[in-house]
């Protein structure tokens, strides 16, 4: 018997987090990094929201609560959805989560059986397809290509809905991409949607990045197009646009009132309660009038990044990057540097086992990262299946102009050092076991 059971095998993680290791190994080397491979707004909490917070622990308001979250919360979810996507869903339908991201699984445990199919964005968070494995299901990812803006069509969805698909998730604005689906695009994949797929399946709509918008683009939900809201999980949450990622504050709107006693279920099986002082924070975020503000500024901050990284990165050897409408991230195609650089011949000849471990953008990340102190993620974090090929990094724009400046300069003269490279890998191949490529 092992220790551990069958089913953490196959687990999968955020590399994100996991890359913590590899930066903190160069800095113990006393390098100086530069991270951008952080998913979190470089921003701080607003203090109208922390003194809600701090204010409901001196009142006492410190205990377990509603599982479900508290009435107050839950209400001013539902008014905010109704504001932002025009429909009316009743606070029995919204449950509060510990951030954003327990309702993907919370999702895939109550919707989809062992061998049902799964539909979702690649390159995409790479937990919906941690969890879709982990469930049993089937992965069908819907690939994304940057000639066209990382959008998808109803005929691309057309194509992967079988008798099989049970869940079809949908993520805008999109983590790593920056993609964001238009009106129109929504309005044809719901209309797909009615038209080929049973009342029983279901959507789940990430709309974590629903503040971060760019080009004055307003937030479009599929959940406001006719049928939409009786199939839709819509879940959403606090850490990206009120910059609270530390807080767990998420929440989830689903079609019946059933389906979020099952969520309230899995809530007390797990965790019992998101912490009540921490909802009523929440709850201000959405109803103080001082938030919108606030939010803007960070948004507007973010844009003129974004404006500056773009032609910046484009204007680095072998580099192609598109525009992102939303989210904080860049994703650009990096196969010309790697060309250059010769990693697909190092990547080549690498053991298979070795091979199976990594990707050329990923030897590229690790380039950059131990040689040039620049932390970035690879395409194979946002997705595995059909990674093969496709050398793009995703680097995020929550760091200080001043960083961004210095982290593309570093990139640019990454570009040029093929012998650098070469000797990185050597260096590395004789490490043998303990290598970063072994
Ligand atoms: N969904 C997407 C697309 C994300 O990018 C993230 C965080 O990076 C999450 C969900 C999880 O958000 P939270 O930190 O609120 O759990």
Redesign the pocket.
């Known amino acids: 018997m092992a220790v551990i059971a069958r089913r953490i095998s196959h687990l999968g993680t955020e590399n ?1 987090f996991k890359l913590g290791d590899d930066i903190q190994r160069c800095l113990d080397r006393g390098m100086d990094v530069i991270r951008f491979n952080l ?1 979190a707004p470089d921003f701080r909490s607003a203090p109208h929201l922390n003194r809600v917070a701090s204010d409901a622990l001196d009142a006492g308001r410190s205990g377990y609560c509603d599982p479900a979250g508290i009435l107050p919360f839950r209400q001013a979810i539902a008014a905010h959805v109704t504001r932002t996507r025009g429909v009316e869903a009743g606070p029995d339908r919204v449950v509060v989560t ?5 309702p ?1 699984g919370y999702t895939l445990q109550t919707y989809v059986d062992e061998g049902d199919e799964v539909i979702y964005p690649s390159p ?2 790479p ?1 919906y397809e941690s969890w879709v494995r982990f469930v049993g299901a089937v992965p069908v990812p819907l690939h994304l290509s940057d000639d066209r803006d990382f959008a998808f069509n109803a005929d691309d969805l057309s194509t992967l809905i079988t008798e099989r698909t049970k869940l079809i998730i949908l ?1 805008s604005p ?2 790593p991409t920056g993609g964001v689906l238009s009106r129109d695009e929504l309005a044809g994949i719901a209309a797909l949607i009615r038209e080929r797929c049973r009342p029983d399946i279901r959507i789940y709509s ?1 709309e ?2 629903e503040q971060i918008l760019f080009d004055g683009l307003e937030h479009e939900s599929i959940v406001s197009h006719p049928g939409m809201e009786e199939r839709t999980v819509l ?1 959403s ?4 646009g009120f910059a609270m ?1 530390g807080w ?3 929440w989830a709107v689903l079609p019946t009132a059933e389906e979020a006693a099952v969520f309230k279920r899995i809530n007390i099986n797990i965790m019992s309660c998101v912490p009540p002082f921490l909802q009523e924070a929440g709850v201000a975020a959405y109803e103080d009038p001082a938030s919108a503000g606030v939010v803007r500024a960070m948004v507007d901050e973010f844009e003129r990044r974004r404006d500056w990284i773009v032609p910046a990165l484009n204007a680095v050897p072998g580099v192609r990057c598109r525009t992102p409408k939303g ?1 904080f991230y860049v994703f650009p195609d990096v196969s010309r540097m790697c060309e250059s650089l010769g990693v697909g011949e190092a990547y080549a000849a690498l053991p298979a086992g070795a091979r199976s471990r990594t990707t050329p953008a990923g030897m590229l990340q690790m380039f950059l990262l131990y040689r040039y102190g620049v932390a970035t993620m690879d395409r194979a974090s946002f997705g595995r299946i059909g990674a093969e090929g496709q050398d793009f990094l995703r680097l995020s724009i929550a760091n200080s102009m001043d960083d961004i400046r210095r982290g593309v300069a570093r990139i640019g003269a990454a570009a040029e050092d093929a012998a650098g490279f070469a000797g990185f890998v050597a260096e590395e191949a004789a490490r043998g076991d303990e290598g970063l490529f072994a």
């Open positions: 994100a998913g510990p951030g954003a991201k327990p993907i995409g968070f937990i993520c999109s983590n990430d974590i990045y879940a949450g606090h850490s990206k990622t767990r504050l998420g989210a």
